[in-house]
């Protein structure tokens, strides 16, 4: 480490608060359970990761925003709450990380009323860039209605 310790500092347990007893929050338990066990066999960023790319049948899961290319922040979307999960902790993950680097980095930050201003979302195919299912055909090319996204045209 930068302190020359020789300790690395790294997530090595993982909790939530839920009560454990309620059936529908076992998975929550498990999950955090998991987790532990990868931080502690160094694999905890490829379960992140895979954690990510599950999805579930109840539709699309709102947490955090994305950086569009002008600054402005748009709603991020996940395919699950399990995914979510994993985003908020590979968030809190990054942050921490970069509390912690010599040069400090500053975040863009755009108000609630920002957000609530913006037209509303045309539902369609996943975007790839901010994950609402907002992607529609305008003008013979996908455009995402949620972060304006453009992807292939023709």
């Avoid at 509390?99 to 920002?114: H, I, K, R, T, Y």
């Avoid at 509303?120 to 529609?136: L, S, T």
């Amino acid at each position: 480490n930068a302190e020359g310790t020789g300790m690395v500092d790294r997530a090595i347990e993982f909790f939530m608060p839920v009560g454990q007893s309620g059936e529908s929050q076992q998975w929550v338990t498990s999950s955090m359970r998991l987790l532990s066990l990868a931080a502690r066999g160094g694999f905890l960023e490829r379960a992140l990761s895979d954690m990510r790319k599950v999805a579930w049948d109840r539709g699309p899961v709102r947490l955090g925003t994305h950086q569009k290319d002008d600054g402005t922040q748009v709603p991020k979307w996940h395919d699950s709450e399990v995914a979510a999960i994993a985003y908020a902790i590979q968030n809190i993950l990054a942050r921490r990380a970069r509390q912690q680097a010599p040069a400090p980095v500053q975040e863009a930050a755009l108000g609630d009323s920002a957000l609530a201003a913006r037209p509303p979302v045309m539902a369609g195919k996943k975007c790839p860039e901010c994950g609402a299912h907002a992607m529609i055909r305008k003008d013979g090319c996908d455009y995402c209605t949620q972060c304006g996204h453009m992807g292939t045209c023709g």
